[in-house]
DNA sequence: CAGAATCCGGCGAGATACTG
DNA sequence: CAGTATCTCGCCGGATTCTG
């Protein structure tokens, strides 16, 4: 019987858990997949980003540089110039996630119809309970 | 000059931005990193994943159910049982998630060492702030 | 330009109670 | 057992204002 289930933690406060609420945030996500080797700036990212607050985006970048997954490198001229790149692990994780985007760009189609053919079950449903005397 | 950046996307409202914002749920993420193969009841996703309450576990359930990433089978039993799979799309964005929980655990320690160094240039930083009169 | 600080409103999510 | 339904509170995150 090779019943191999790969049973991994559990506990909603091991290490693994705490790193994938990291991970699968919804800005960090964004930002480890656009940072692709090159350096980008804030206000670049900002940009790049569409949708995020300046507030986010900061609290997100610090929240990556304190992972060692994002350097922060400041440079001392008028106006400041701040650039954000990859680190080595950061990078290896741009490469894990990169799969993820390519598999939403590969089954996006799929998802869609799938969405809209449950929707449409769902509101035959609706249909039906709303006149259930008929007849 | 191979200025090759990958420049996906970009608009919030954009298909894939969706996706990935369903896609890298905590709950939906840990939902399909634990339905391998087999199939699970309720109640057993609900124990197997600590921390998520009746509500939250439903309501990730009808989500995924709604992409055709998983199959909902009721058995109309006394007491009810009801069975959730993964679709043969669920099961290749498995394998996805898959590699990312197994990249969160490769390196689960250089993350907890960063933020350990982060968390101490940070406070030692706030300590010189502190008195920078001294002296 | 790249933030830090503050305020505050909405809604995500937990707790509880009820049901087929 | 596997849900719905309802209420409520916390805090996430947006908007705004102020600096180096």
């Known amino acids: 019987m090779d019943d191999q289930v790969v049973q991994w933690d559990t506990r909603a406060d091991c290490d693994v858990r705490k790193i994938l609420d990291r991970v699968a945030d919804k800005w960090s996500l964004l930002v480890i997949a656009l940072l692709d080797r090159r ?3 804030f206000s670049e990212l900002r940009r790049a980003i569409d949708g995020v ?3 986010m985006l900061t609290v997100t970048l610090r929240q990556l540089e304190r992972d060692g ?3 922060r490198t400041v440079y001392p001229v008028v106006p400041p110039r701040v650039e954000y790149e990859l680190t080595a692990l950061g990078f290896s994780l741009h490469e894990v996630i990169k799969s993820l985007v390519v598999w939403t760009e590969e089954h996006q189609r799929e998802i869609s119809d799938a969405r809209t ?3 449409e079950r769902t509101t035959e449903e609706e249909r039906l ?3 259930p005397m008929a007849r």
């Open 69 to 71: 997954l994002v350097t």
């Open 53 to 55: 607050s300046q507030r």
């Open 117 to 119: 053919a449950y929707d």
């Open 129 to 131: 309970l709303q006149a």
């Open 39 to 41: 350096t980008m700036r």
